[in-house]
C-alpha cells in the first residue's frame, strides 16, 4: 500500500506542470489585464506600459512561467496579490482555505450522516410506501437551490426562533457553522441516499447476503457488516469526486452566511484578473483533488480485502 | 422570494464592487444600486450643516486658505465648551464593510480601500463635509500670484499615531515615493502628475535607458524650505490641483516605518484620526481612537467593520450592526411609515456621477451628429425613470452631476420629442439607408459578470429606439476586465458606462471624459473648440469664469451628442439605529467616524 502510494504520488509533479502551464496560458492569452483593472476608467497608457513592465507581465509567456514556477519551488513563493496589493498570495489563501474545507467537512458530515442510514433504511423497505416517501423527500431536498434554503433557515432560525447566530465564522465547533453547512449538505443527500439505495439492494440480493443470514448470523450483524460495508464502494467512489470541490467552497453559501472562506475570494480574482492568486488556487486544488482521490483509492482495500492495491488483479 | 432577488443582487453588488467602482464616489459598499449604476451606493446629507473653511487672514499678495475647523458641524469640542455640552465619548460603532484591496494610500485607486485609508492616514489636505478642499496636516497654505507655488505650513501639532512630529520632510519623501515607479502605483500620475519633476521620478531605469523619459531621483517640484514648511510648484496654475491633494496618492507616510519594517501596512502609523487595531482578512477591521489626532480624538472608542459579509439587514434587525444600505427588495416596507424600522431610514443624496450611451463617432451611423441627436430625443427618460426605476434616477441633463461644483440647470437638454427625431433622422446621411433597411447594424456593449441580467431600462430604450426610429439594436454583454480593455481600446461602437467623481472639481467630468486627447474619452469624440475652452479652463484663475467656461463646454457637448444620456443617480436609503449621532452619509471618501457619537 504505501509503495502503491508513493507511485502514485510521483505523478502529481508532472499533473501541476500541465494544470499550472495551461492555468497560466490560458490567464494570459484571455482578454483583461490586471493592471487596466486597476486603472478602470483612468487609462493612461504610458502607466499602463510601465506598471506592466515593473510587474514583467511584458516578459515573453516562458519567462514569466518559469520565473513563477522558480519562485514557487525554490522559494514557496505564490507572488503578491495584484488585486490585494502588498499582500502575498500565500497568506491570502491560508486564511481561506482551511475555513472552505472545514465548512465543506461539516457539510459532508450531514451528507454522508443522514444519507447513509437513510438510503439504507429505504433500501430495506423496497417497494413499501415508505421507501416511496423517503425518496421522494430526498429528490425534493436536492431541488431546493441553495438560494431558497439559505434565506428560509436565516429566518426561521436567526430571526424568528432566534437560536442560531446569523452569520460568521468561528471555527468548525461554532454553532455558526450549523446554517451554512446544512445549506450546503442537504442537497447532496438525495444523491447519497439513492446510490446507497441501489447499491444496499444490489448487494441484498447477493450469495453472500443469504449464507450469512443461513448461518443464524443477527441482523444486525448482517447489516452492518456484509450489507453496509460491501454497498459502500460506490458511496466512497463518488465521495472522491465531492472531495473534489472541497476547496473550492460554495460561493454563493460563503456570501450569505458571511464565511470568509475561498470561494467567493477566487471568484473574485478571477474577475479581476489577479493571476497569481488563480494560480496558487490551481496548485492547491489539483493537489488536493489528488490527494483526495489517493486516499478514496486506499480506502477500498479497508472496505473490500478483496481489493488489493497495485497487484494489477481486482478480485 | 425577495429574498431570492436580495442574494442576486447582493451577488451583483459585490461583483461590482471588483472593479467597477474604481473611480471614486461614495463609500457604502453594502447598500444595493439602483437597477442602472455601476457601483452600490447609499448616500445622505450630513445633517449639520458642514462648516466652510473660514478664512484667514491672508497676505496682500497671495491667495491663502485657512485651516479646516477643528470639527465639522456646530459640535465642536473646542475649549468654550462645557464637558456637558460634549457628545458622549466612547462606544464601538459596528458596520459591515469589505476587505480593502489596500492600505497603501499611494497604492489605492478604490473607494473601498479609501474609506479606511482616509480614516488611518492623512495628508496636507482633505475634503470639508461640503467638499470644498481644506487643510488637514497644514494649518496654512499661501498659493503664489501665478497660481505655480503652493507653501504649506505643517500644523505644530501634527503627529504620527506614534507621536512623532509630522515634518516637511516626511511629506517630500511621501510624494517621492508615491512617484517612485518601484512604488508600482498606478494613481501617482493622475494626482500627483502636475507637481513639477513628478513624471520625471515616475521615469523608470528601462524607459529612461530607452530615451522615452530622464530618470530623476527626487521630486523637484516638492521643497523642504523648514522642518514646517514645504513648497509644492505645479506645471500650469490649475485651481483643481488642490483638490487632488485631498487623494490618498498624496497621504503622508512615516518614512521610518515604511522603509525599515516589512510588513509596516499590518499596523501602519498614520496621521488620520483612527489607528488600525485589528485586520483579519476577511473577518474584521478594528479602528481604535487616535488620541494624538490633531483636530482632536474623535468620540468613538472604536469601529468594528465585519469584513466576512453576511445578510445586512437580517443583521441590522438583530441589532448586529448599527448601519446599513438600504436594497430595493426591503424599501417598500420601510418606507410604509407604521413599520418600526420606518424612523430610523434616512434619506441620502444621490451620488456624484452621470450614465450614459457612449457613441462612437468614427463608427457608422454615429459619424453622422443628426443621428446621435435622434438617438437622444427618441427616448423618453421622465416615463422610463418613474415607470421603470422607481424614481431611482433622475434624467441626466448635462455631463456635471447635480451638487457638484459647476452643475447648472440652464442647459439646452434632451428630452422626449419623437417627431423632431424622425426629423433629425430624415435630414441624416443614413435616411436612406434606414428606408431601405441597409442601415448599419448597430451593437450597443454592456459590462456585466455572473450573467447578470440586462436592465429593464435598457430594453426599454431599445425598443424606444425600434418603435421611434424603425432602429435595431442588439446587446452584447462582457465580463468587467474584458469590457475595460475593449472600451479603452475605443472598440466598441455603443456602450453603456458611467462616471464617478474622483475629486470634486468640473475638470474630473468634462475634461477627462471629453477632452479628445483624453484616455477616458472612449468614443472618439473631438471638438477643437471644446478642447480649447477645456483646456483655457484649466488654468483660469476666477472661479466664476472658469464654471462659465465648463459650462459652455457642457452645452457644446449636449449639442454634439457624442453620447445619449441617461441618468443621474437618485437618492438613496440607509437605515442607522437612533442611538447613533452624526453619521454622515457622503458622496466622497472623507473621514466620517470622528463625528460620529453614541447619543444614549
Redesign the interface.
Given at each position: 500500500m504505501g509503495t502503491y502510494a508513493a507511485r502514485r504520488l510521483i505523478w502529481l509533479p508532472f499533473l501541476l506542470i500541465i494544470v499550472t502551464f495551461v492555468t497560466f496560458a490560458l490567464l494570459r492569452v484571455g482578454?483583461?489585464?490586471p493592471?487596466?483593472?486597476?486603472?478602470?476608467?483612468?487609462?493612461?497608457?504610458?502607466?499602463r506600459e510601465?506598471?506592466r513592465?515593473?510587474?514583467g507581465l511584458d516578459d515573453p509567456l516562458v519567462v514569466q512561467y518559469v520565473r513563477y514556477i522558480e519562485g514557487v519551488v525554490t522559494r514557496l513563493d505564490f507572488g503578491e496579490s495584484f488585486?490585494?496589493?502588498?499582500?502575498s498570495v500565500g497568506?491570502?489563501l491560508a486564511?481561506?482555505i482551511p475555513v472552505s474545507l472545514q465548512l465543506n467537512l461539516a457539510a459532508i458530515i450531514i451528507t454522508l450522516g443522514i444519507g447513509i442510514p437513510v438510503g439504507l433504511f429505504a433500501a430495506l423497505r423496497q417497494g413499501t410506501g415508505v421507501d416511496n416517501v423517503v425518496v421522494a423527500i430526498a429528490l425534493a431536498f436536492q431541488s431546493l437551490p441553495v438560494?431558497?434554503t439559505?434565506?428560509v433557515l436565516?429566518?426561521v432560525f436567526?430571526?424568528y426562533l432566534?437560536i442560531l447566530p446569523?452569520?460568521?465564522?468561528d471555527g468548525f465547533f461554532s454553532p455558526k457553522i450549523v446554517m451554512p453547512a446544512t445549506v450546503m449538505g442537504v442537497p447532496g443527500i438525495a444523491i447519497v441516499v439513492r446510490l446507497v439505495r441501489a447499491s444496499v439492494l444490489d448487494v441484498l440480493g447477493q450469495d453472500y447476503i443469504r449464507t450469512a443470514r443461513a448461518k443464524g448470523l443477527s441482523e444486525t450483524i448482517v447489516r452492518w457488516r456484509h450489507i453496509l460495508r460491501n454497498a459502500m464502494i460506490p458511496v466512497v467512489t463518488s465521495f472522491g469526486f465531492t472531495i473534489a470541490g472541497l476547496a473550492g467552497g460554495t460561493f454563493?453559501v460563503?456570501?450569505?452566511?458571511?464565511?470568509?472562506g475561498v470561494g467567493?475570494?477566487t471568484i473574485?480574482s478571477l474577475?479581476?484578473?489577479d493571476y497569481p492568486v488563480i494560480m496558487a488556487f490551481a496548485i492547491v486544488s489539483t493537489t488536493l483533488f489528488m490527494l483526495a482521490n489517493l486516499i478514496v483509492d486506499l480506502m477500498y482495500p479497508l472496505l473490500d480485502p478483496r481489493i488489493r492495491l497495485g497487484a494489477g488483479n481486482v478480485a | 422570494m425577495r429574498k431570492i432577488f436580495r442574494i442576486l443582487l447582493m451577488a451583483a453588488v459585490l461583483a461590482a464592487l471588483v472593479g467597477l467602482v474604481a473611480c471614486g464616489g461614495s463609500d457604502e459598499p453594502e447598500a444595493a444600486a439602483p437597477e442602472p449604476t455601476v457601483a452600490a451606493t447609499a448616500t445622505s446629507v450630513p445633517d449639520t450643516p458642514p462648516t466652510a473653511a473660514s478664512e484667514a487672514p491672508a497676505p496682500t499678495t497671495e491667495t491663502a486658505m485657512a485651516a479646516a475647523q477643528p470639527e465639522g458641524g456646530s459640535r465642536a469640542p473646542s475649549a468654550d465648551l462645557t464637558f456637558d455640552d460634549r457628545p458622549a465619548q466612547g462606544g464601538t460603532l459596528v458596520r459591515l464593510f469589505a476587505d480593502p484591496p489596500t492600505l497603501d494610500p499611494h497604492l489605492a485607486g478604490d473607494v473601498t480601500s479609501s474609506v479606511i485609508i482616509n480614516e488611518v492616514f492623512g495628508g496636507l489636505v482633505t475634503l470639508s463635509l461640503d467638499y470644498q478642499p481644506v487643510l488637514d496636516l497644514a494649518e496654512h497654505l499661501s498659493i503664489s500670484e501665478d497660481g505655480l507655488v503652493y507653501t504649506f505650513i505643517l500644523r505644530e501639532n501634527a503627529k504620527f499615531q506614534d507621536g512623532k512630529p509630522v515634518t516637511a520632510h516626511d511629506v517630500k519623501w511621501s510624494i517621492e515615493r508615491a512617484a517612485d515607479p518601484d512604488t508600482l502605483s498606478h494613481t501617482a500620475e493622475t494626482y500627483l502628475g502636475d507637481i513639477i519633476g513628478v513624471k520625471d521620478k515616475l521615469c523608470s531605469e528601462d524607459d529612461a535607458a530607452a530615451g522615452k523619459c530622464t530618470k530623476a531621483d527626487e521630486v523637484r517640484g516638492v521643497r523642504v524650505i523648514d522642518d514646517r514648511t514645504v513648497e509644492f510648484t505645479i506645471d500650469a496654475p490649475k485651481s483643481y490641483f488642490l483638490a487632488k491633494l485631498s487623494y490618498p496618492s498624496a497621504f503622508v507616510l512615516d518614512q521610518e516605518q515604511v522603509t525599515e519594517d516589512g510588513s509596516w501596512l499590518d499596523q501602519p502609523n498614520g496621521t488620520g484620526p483612527f489607528k488600525l487595531a485589528t485586520y483579519e482578512i476577511g473577518e474584521l477591521i478594528i479602528l481604535e481612537r487616535n488620541e494624538l489626532y490633531h483636530l482632536g480624538p474623535p468620540h468613538l472608542e472604536s469601529v468594528q467593520m465585519i469584513l466576512s459579509g453576511g445578510s445586512a439587514m437580517i443583521m441590522y434587525e438583530n441589532d448586529e450592526i448599527h448601519l446599513t444600505g438600504v436594497g430595493l427588495d426591503d424599501l417598500p416596507r420601510l418606507l410604509d411609515p407604521s413599520d418600526p424600522l420606518h424612523p430610523q431610514l434616512h434619506r441620502s443624496p444621490q451620488d456624484f456621477d452621470v450614465f450614459y450611451i457612449g457613441l462612437n463617432s468614427e463608427q457608422p451611423p454615429f459619424d453622422d451628429v443628426k443621428v446621435r441627436q435622434a438617438l437622444n430625443y427618441a427616448i423618453d427618460l421622465q416615463s422610463i425613470a418613474e415607470n421603470v426605476l422607481d424614481g431611482r434616477v433622475s434624467p441626466a441633463t448635462g455631463v456635471i452631476p447635480p451638487g457638484f461644483p459647476a452643475y447648472t440647470e440652464n442647459l439646452r437638454s434632451y428630452h422626449f420629442n419623437p417627431d423632431l427625431a424622425r426629423e433629425l433622422m430624415q435630414e441624416s446621411e443614413y435616411a436612406d439607408a434606414l428606408a431601405s433597411g441597409d442601415f448599419p447594424r448597430i451593437t450597443l456593449t454592456i459590462s456585466g459578470s455572473f450573467g447578470a441580467a440586462i436592465p429593464t431600462y435598457l430594453e426599454v430604450i431599445l425598443e424606444q429606439w425600434r418603435q421611434e426610429l424603425g432602429i435595431e439594436v442588439d446587446i452584447q454583454q462582457t465580463e468587467w476586465a474584458t469590457f475595460l480593455q475593449d472600451v479603452n481600446d475605443k472598440k466598441y461602437q455603443m456602450f453603456s458606462l458611467g462616471w464617478i467623481a474622483d475629486y470634486p472639481d468640473p475638470q474630473n467630468f468634462l475634461d477627462v471624459l471629453l477632452h479628445s486627447e483624453s484616455q477616458s474619452n472612449h468614443t472618439n469624440y473631438a471638438n477643437p473648440e471644446v478642447d480649447r475652452l477645456l483646456e483655457e479652463a484649466r488654468t483660469e484663475r476666477d472661479r466664476g469664469r472658469r464654471f462659465e467656461l465648463y459650462n459652455q463646454v457642457e452645452q457644446m457637448v449636449l449639442d454634439d451628442a457624442p453620447w445619449v444620456w441617461t441618468w443621474f443617480s437618485g437618492e438613496g436609503y440607509a437605515l442607522i439605529k437612533p442611538e447613533v449621532s452624526d453619521y454622515f452619509l457622503l458622496q466622497m471618501s472623507i473621514p466620517k467616524y470622528r463625528y460620529v457619537y453614541f447619543n444614549q
Open positions: 482578454p483583461g489585464d493592471v487596466q483593472v486597476w486603472l478602470g476608467q483612468h487609462q493612461n497608457d504610458e502607466v510601465r506598471l513592465a515593473q510587474l488585486q490585494f496589493r502588498g499582500k497568506e491570502l486564511k481561506r438560494f431558497i439559505a434565506p436565516l429566518l436567526a430571526l432566534d446569523t452569520s460568521g465564522w454563493i460563503e456570501i450569505y452566511f458571511g464565511i470568509p467567493f475570494f473574485n474577475f479581476a484578473r | -
